[in-house]
């Protein structure tokens, strides 16, 4: 069973700054079954990224993955108001299928 | 326009069967997407739970494995959530969504969710 492992728990910005947050494997995942979520209060989860680095449909491009092997990043380049949230990392098994979240990484305004 | 919508008691007693349901319109329920569910306990991050493919095949998260049941209604485009012998840690929001299998499978569409309370 693979663990995912996100840092740091709380992240305190400012609108305008960059946002890096990790989401760390306990085994390797193949590069397109890894995804990131934003999650606000009262709301569904929004598909971010899927496959590491693609960007869901409406998606903006300040919001990108990266990473392989048991290593990913979301990045945020520059938070506007509405990005404040938590996020997700999210890993497909194959076998069997199994899907797994991370613990989530909470951005607040500073 | 996809959209999920849950349905289903928010109250269960202890020791008794959590019974859920997930309509969906604006998406066929048939081959190309895995159907979901996912909760969320309070103060709590996402946990998933099961994912059902219409052909039949089912998938659980081995630590939930003995008390759960999904199953779909590709006629009524709809897909339902049974766990049963619930206790007070099985509390929380609980939410239907689509994977869609050329995604990842990443759940692409997610129902707004419904709070399920456990208690006496």
């Known amino acids: 069973e693979i663990v995912l492992t996100q840092s740091p728990g709380t992240l305190s910005l400012s609108p305008g700054e960059r946002a890096t947050l990790s989401c760390r494997a306990s085994q390797n995942i193949d590069r397109d079954y890894l995804a990131w979520y934003q999650h606000k209060p009262g709301q569904a989860p929004r598909l971010l990224i899927y496959g590491t680095s693609s960007r869901a449909t409406g998606i903006p491009d300040r919001f990108s993955g990266s990473g392989s092997g048991t290593d990913f990043t979301l990045t945020i380049s520059r938070l506007e108001p509405e990005d404040f949230a938590v996020y997700y990392c999210?890993?497909?098994?194959?076998?069997?299928?199994?899907?797994?979240f991370g613990q989530g990484t909470k951005v607040e305004i500073q | 326009q996809v959209q999920l919508q849950e349905s289903g008691p928010g109250l269960v007693k202890p020791s008794e069967t959590l019974s859920l349901t997930c309509a969906v319109s604006?998406?066929?329920?048939?081959?190309?997407?895995?159907w979901g569910w996912i909760r969320q306990p309070p103060g709590k991050g996402l946990e998933w739970i099961a994912t059902?493919?219409?052909?039949?095949?089912?998938y659980y998260n081995p630590s939930l494995k003995s008390r759960v049941t999904i199953s779909a209604d590709t006629s009524k485009r709809h897909f339902s959530l049974k766990l049963g012998s619930v206790t007070a840690a099985d509390m929380a929001l609980y939410y239907c969504?689509?994977?869609?299998?050329?995604?990842?499978?990443?759940?692409?569409?997610w129902g707004q969710g419904t709070l399920v309370t456990v208690s006496s």
């Open positions: 604006g998406s066929s329920i048939s081959s190309g997407y895995y």
């Open positions: 999210q890993e497909y098994d194959f076998s069997p299928p199994t899907w797994t």
């Open positions: 059902i493919y219409p052909s039949g095949s089912t």
């Open positions: 969504a689509r994977a869609k299998i050329s995604m990842g499978p990443a759940f692409d569409y």
